[in-house]
């Protein structure tokens, strides 16, 4: 503005070329302006500009710390389970070293590669000396193998209960003088009375006894049944005499030295097989006739040559699942799962459906260890005690 009234001071310049003059001026005082202006509104963006990056700046590196922590935290965690990986591989190898793998490995083998041993049959197992630790741990029913422990003791008078028979004894046998060892005394049909004794040496003592001092007391072995062996696969066409016949004619090397007139052979009762025109024949023979049988493993009978086994003399309950009766005499309300324990049938059992492992009602119930059986299963221990008992009946020789 100093140049405009400057210029207007000037006397030798024509009035247009001022008032041209003057005009340019304005325009550029105007321009000056007008850059000032854009000048400051720049700054402020600016400004704003770098307040925005300095807020991103803090958050990201909020973020980043944040990540870092996380991964430290990660970091620490995966150390310590490296840690506790290295003491269990640690301690691994500790045991792997007083196992001696390689040389437990060695015997392993050795055993694999040993024929596999043939199956025992009853009389066989029966005739070894069992392992008493294994016995031991599965609660059953007390039982004795062979026979001999049992004496049955009744009176002479057919009226004396059961009662007057215990009282009588009780008189005649003071176990404590004789120092002799009684397992049981129970009561049986016909006002008998059962005496289990420890051994086949204290029963003959008693025995000796009673015949002694007795007076109306009588002393009985008790009877013993005769082994049973089980054909397989039958054609149900053959009757009970047809299957006898066949084992008198047929099988020639059953017979050799055998009296077949001092053999009895008897067809006790058949199990249903998977084929409907089939059956397996259960028969009660002599112990003669049982360990041919049992040795031979096959029989002949009418046009099959059909596989025979032992059969064992225990009764399972199809219902309860328990042992020494049958479905008829059950006192159980409720049926029992052979898979789990549980109160339904086998064949709608869902733990079985879903694959879940078997759980014996009878081991559970005896509270044994290895419950990890079906109730049928012939690895159970309480099966195995009450085979024992039922076999303890039968005479194998
Ligand atoms: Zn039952
Ligand atoms: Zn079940
Ligand atoms: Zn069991």
């Given at each position: 503005?100093?140049?405009?009234?400057?210029?207007?001071?000037?006397?030798?310049?024509?009035?247009?070329?001022?008032?041209s003059?003057i005009?340019?001026?304005?325009?550029?005082?105007?321009?000056?302006?007008?850059?000032?202006?854009?000048?400051?509104?720049?700054?402020?963006?600016?400004?704003?500009?770098?307040?925005?990056?300095?807020a991103?700046l803090?958050a990201?590196?909020?973020?980043?710390?944040?990540i870092?922590?996380?991964?430290l935290?990660?970091?620490?965690?995966?150390?310590n389970?490296?840690?506790?990986?290295?003491?269990?591989?640690?301690?691994?190898?500790?045991?792997?070293?007083?196992?001696?793998?390689?040389?437990?490995?060695?015997?392993i083998?050795k055993?694999?590669?040993?024929p596999a041993?043939?199956?025992?049959?009853?009389a066989?197992a029966?005739?070894?000396?069992?392992?008493?630790?294994?016995?031991?741990?599965?609660?059953g029913?007390?039982?004795?193998?062979g026979?001999?422990?049992?004496?049955i003791?009744?009176?002479?008078?057919?009226?004396?209960?059961?009662?007057?028979?215990?009282?009588?004894?009780r008189?005649?046998?003071?176990?404590?003088?004789?120092?002799?060892?009684?397992?049981?005394?129970?009561?049986?049909?016909?006002?008998?009375?059962?005496l289990?004794?420890?051994?086949?040496?204290?029963?003959?003592?008693?025995?000796?006894?009673?015949?002694?001092?007795?007076a109306?007391?009588?002393?009985a072995?008790p009877e013993?049944?005769?082994?049973t062996?089980?054909?397989r696969?039958?054609?149900?066409?053959?009757?009970?005499?047809?299957?006898?016949?066949s084992?008198?004619?047929?099988?020639?090397h059953?017979s050799?030295?055998?009296?077949?007139?001092?053999?009895?052979?008897?067809v006790c009762?058949?199990?249903r097989?998977?084929?409907?025109?089939?059956?397996h024949?259960?028969?009660?023979?002599?112990?003669?006739l049982?360990?041919?049988?049992?040795k031979?493993?096959?029989?002949?009978?009418?046009?099959?040559?059909?596989p025979?086994?032992?059969?064992?003399?225990?009764?399972?309950?199809?219902?309860?699942?328990g042992?020494?009766?049958g479905?008829r005499?059950?006192?159980?309300?409720?049926?029992?799962?052979?898979?789990?324990?549980?109160?339904h049938?086998?064949?709608?059992?869902r733990?079985?459906?879903?694959?879940?492992?078997?759980?014996?009602?009878?081991?559970?119930?005896?509270?044994?260890?290895?419950?990890?059986h079906?109730?049928f299963?012939?690895?159970?221990?309480v099966?195995?005690?009450w085979?024992?008992?039922?076999r303890?009946?039968?005479?194998?020789?």
């Amino acid at each position: 503005m100093g140049a405009k009234s400057e210029l207007e001071s000037l006397k030798n310049i024509s009035k247009e070329v001022k008032e041209s003059v003057i005009l340019k001026l304005q325009d550029i005082s105007e321009l000056a302006l007008r850059l000032d202006e854009s000048r400051s509104r720049y700054v402020v963006e600016l400004e704003r500009e770098k307040a925005r990056r300095a807020a991103e700046l803090e958050a990201a590196e909020k973020r980043f710390n944040r990540i870092n922590q996380e991964n430290l935290d990660r970091y620490s965690k995966m150390e310590n389970k490296m840690e506790k990986l290295l003491a269990e591989v640690a301690s691994t190898k500790e045991m792997l070293g007083q196992m001696r793998v390689p040389e437990a490995l060695a015997e392993i083998r050795k055993v694999v590669a040993r024929p596999a041993p043939r199956i025992m049959n009853y009389a066989e197992a029966a005739a070894k000396p069992k392992t008493a630790a294994a016995a031991a741990k599965t609660p059953g029913p007390s039982t004795r193998l062979g026979t001999g422990h049992t004496l049955i003791v009744a009176s002479k008078f057919e009226n004396h209960t059961a009662e007057h028979v215990i009282t009588k004894l009780r008189g005649v046998v003071d176990a404590r003088e004789m120092g002799v060892a009684v397992d049981r005394m129970r009561k049986a049909r016909g006002q008998k009375v059962v005496l289990s004794c420890s051994s086949v040496e204290d029963a003959k003592k008693i025995e000796e006894r009673l015949k002694i001092r007795g007076a109306d007391l009588k002393v009985a072995k008790p009877e013993m049944r005769l082994p049973t062996v089980i054909i397989r696969d039958v054609l149900r066409v053959n009757s009970d005499e047809d299957i006898v016949r066949s084992l008198r004619t047929q099988n020639r090397h059953l017979s050799e030295g055998l009296d077949w007139d001092k053999v009895r052979a008897r067809v006790c009762y058949r199990r249903r097989a998977r084929n409907d025109l089939e059956c397996h024949p259960v028969l009660e023979v002599s112990p003669e006739l049982y360990h041919r049988l049992i040795k031979a493993g096959f029989v002949y009978v009418g046009l099959q040559r059909r596989p025979v086994w032992d059969q064992s003399p225990l009764v399972q309950c199809s219902r309860c699942l328990g042992y020494g009766h049958g479905k008829r005499f059950c006192k159980e309300v409720s049926e029992r799962c052979a898979h789990c324990g549980g109160e339904h049938t086998g064949i709608t059992c869902r733990a079985r459906k879903d694959g879940e492992p078997p759980k014996c009602v009878n081991c559970t119930k005896a509270g044994c260890e290895d419950t990890a059986h079906g109730a049928f299963s012939s690895e159970c221990g309480v099966r195995a005690k009450w085979d024992d008992m039922a076999r303890s009946k039968v005479a194998y020789c």
